[in-house]
T-cell receptor, first 110, second 114 residues
Framework: DVKVTQSSRYLVKRTGEKVFLECVQD?????MFWYRQDPGLGLRLIYF???????EKGDIPEGYSVSREKKERFSLILESASTNQTSMYLC?????????FGPGTRLTVT | AQSVTQPDIHITVSEGASLELRCNYS??????LFWYVQSPGQGLQLLLK??????LVQGIKGFEAEFKRSQSSFNLRKPSVHWSDAAEYFC????????????FGSGTRLLVRP
């Protein structure tokens, strides 16, 4: 089974703080993804990466950036957190027909 | 543009009754299709997926889904719902390129009456 871990299950940050969400996968997958989950909106793709140091914008990249320095690790960065970024963040990885999701990080920005 | 529509935000069924959750997609070709379930406070669990071949797909927990190309649909069914099926269900389409990027629907929350 694919194992995708996220550094925190719950996180509380203040407006304007720089926030790092970390994701690690153990399956040597090429592709990694960051989604945001909000009630009534499902999961929306923020960014994805198909290789080390490669990234592409998803549907809602504004206010976010990402970093992939190593194949197994994909970081989501909120340069200056805002209250409208309060949400559940899910990381995923895929390779071939194999895919896994992390447990999610519930971020609250106050 | 690729998109997934789950027209029902909430569905309530009685325990033991049959269930059908609707999913329609918009995609340039035949996509990969998935159904995921998320119980409260839990992560996403894959119920089933369609890549090619037989259009009726069997999944875990007694679920099945049927791909209908003419209707651009991939509806999820279960003949007899159990109280433990109460959860949120997401349909997703996957890109048929090396990214395997998934686009999700907005979800359907299933409530089960005792």
């Amino acid at each position: 089974d694919v194992k995708v871990t996220q550094s925190s299950r719950y996180l509380v940050k203040r407006t304007g703080e720089k926030v790092f969400l970390e994701c690690v996968q153990d399956m040597d997958h090429e592709n990694m993804f960051w989604y945001r989950q909000d009630p009534g909106l499902g999961l929306r793709l923020i960014y994805f990466s198909y290789d080390v140091k490669m990234k592409e914008k998803g549907d809602i990249p504004e206010g976010y950036s990402v970093s992939r320095e190593k194949k197994e690790r994909f970081s989501l960065i909120l340069e200056s957190a805002s209250t409208n970024q309060t949400s559940m963040y899910l990381c995923a990885s895929s390779g071939g027909q194999d895919r896994g999701f992390g447990p999610g990080t519930r971020l609250t920005v106050t | 543009a690729q998109s997934v529509t789950q027209p029902d935000i909430h569905i309530t069924v009685s325990e033991g009754a049959s269930l059908e959750l609707r999913c329609n997609y918009s995609y340039g070709a035949t996509p990969y299709l998935f159904w995921y379930v998320q119980s409260p406070g839990q992560g996403l669990q894959l119920l089933l997926k369609y890549f090619s071949g037989d259009t009726l797909v069997q999944g875990i927990k007694g679920f099945e889904a049927e791909f209908k190309r003419s209707q651009s649909s991939f509806n999820l069914r279960k003949p007899s719902v159990h109280w433990s099926d109460a959860a949120e269900y997401f349909c997703a389409v996957g890109a048929r390129d090396s990214s395997y990027k998934l686009i999700f629907g907005s979800g359907t929350r299933l409530l089960v009456r005792p």
